[in-house]
């Protein structure tokens, strides 16, 4: 089969198509999927660069890929949930810029009929993280404040629209032409983060959450209302900072399951929540794709088709 590959860390110049055996079922709770498209993350390039040694050890060669969608071809003996034929989402975690990748079945769900492959593809890990976010860590309710630091963005999106779904006021910081984009997805304030200052114009935040990093972060714990909650799925947030502004904050990391998609998936059913794909590329474009993502100013996912 075709599939994505790269031996040593490095810069979008390491990776290569290359042809290698499909993989097959090696547990009863296993499935094999052919892939018809591939979600491109953010942590693709940060493992690439070798940014990730120490918390998302991998093995060389290695095959990119965290979220796919496809048909399933083959399952193992013990799965219960789904059978051969069944159009799927899963969470990969790798391996998933290919033909065919291996599955446990706790990591599946089925597709949303009206979506398509590459739509498909684009969701589990923004709507997975959206909910471990907003609900679980964030615990948020209906008539909350909340503001999504990079509204735009494929996790942030999915943030601004199910925390809006769920009943609360939604303000995001975006730029160019993400501030429309975030208006679109059900933002009632939206930020152009480039132009504006958000301490000047929001407060008495109940969560702020950060999907950006970078210096803006600290600028959310003053926006917060005493007692509030900072979440970033970035860079660790300040306790100094947190303590300074009696807030709570700290860092997640999203464990997604096929469970924690259920919210999302619900809501994409009952015409609530819209996939925002940014731009398609072939499975053979892997580099230019990550590259189109590390340049910034994308707004939704970036999605590999694989045929
Ligand atoms: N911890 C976890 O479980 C988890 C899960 C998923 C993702 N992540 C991480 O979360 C981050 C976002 O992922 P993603 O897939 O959403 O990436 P993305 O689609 O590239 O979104 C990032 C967004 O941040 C915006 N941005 C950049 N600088 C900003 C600033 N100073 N203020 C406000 N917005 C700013 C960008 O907008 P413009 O460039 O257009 O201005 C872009 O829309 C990545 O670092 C990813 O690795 C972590």
């Known amino acids: ?24 079922i090696q547990s009863g709770n296993e499935l094999l999927v052919q892939v018809k498209a591939s979600g491109v993350n953010p942590i693709d390039i940060k493992i690439r ?11 060389m060669p290695f095959t990119p890929g965290g979220e796919i969608a496809g048909i399933i071809i083959a399952i193992g003996d013990q799965v219960t949930r789904f059978k051969v034929g069944d159009e799927v989402i899963a969470l990969t975690k790798t391996n998933g810029y290919a033909e065919y990748v291996t599955v446990n ?11 398509s492959f590459v739509e498909a593809a684009s969701i589990g890990v923004n709507i997975g993280t959206a909910q471990c976010v ?14 999504i630091q990079g509204g735009a963005g494929a996790a942030g999106g999915a943030m601004v629209q199910m925390a809006k779904a769920a009943g609360a006021y939604v303000i995001a910081t975006a730029s160019g032409k993400g501030v429309e984009l975030a208006k679109s997805l059900g933002a009632d304030e939206v930020i152009n983060y480039k132009l504006y200052d958000v301490t000047d114009f929001v407060n008495n935040v109940d969560l702020a959450v950060d999907t950006a990093g970078g210096e803006g972060q600290a600028k959310l714990f003053s926006i917060l209302k005493q007692g509030g909650t900072l979440l970033s799925i970035v860079v660790p947030p300040s306790q100094e900072l947190a303590e300074q502004h009696k807030v709570k904050a700290s860092f997640v990391a999203s464990n997604i399951l096929a469970q924690t998609l259920e919210n999302g998936i619900e809501l994409i059913k009952n015409g609530i929540f819209k ?15 990550q590259d ?16």
């Open 1 to 24: 089969m075709k599939a994505i590959q790269y031996k040593d860390y490095g810069n979008s110049a390491v990776i290569a198509q290359v042809e290698v055996p499909a993989p097959s």
């Open 49 to 59: 660069m070798g940014q990730m040694k120490a918390a998302r050890p991998v093995q």
């Open 105 to 115: 079945e706790n990591f599946l769900v089925l597709k949303p009929q009206d979506l």
């Open 134 to 147: 907003l609900f679980m860590a964030g615990k948020l309710e209906k008539g909350q404040r909340v503001l």
């Open 275 to 289: 996939p925002v794909v940014s731009k398609i590329f072939k499975l053979s474009e892997a580099a230019i794709a």
């Open 292 to 307: 189109f993502l590390t340049a910034g100013g994308v707004n939704g996912k970036v999605v590999l088709t694989v045929d």
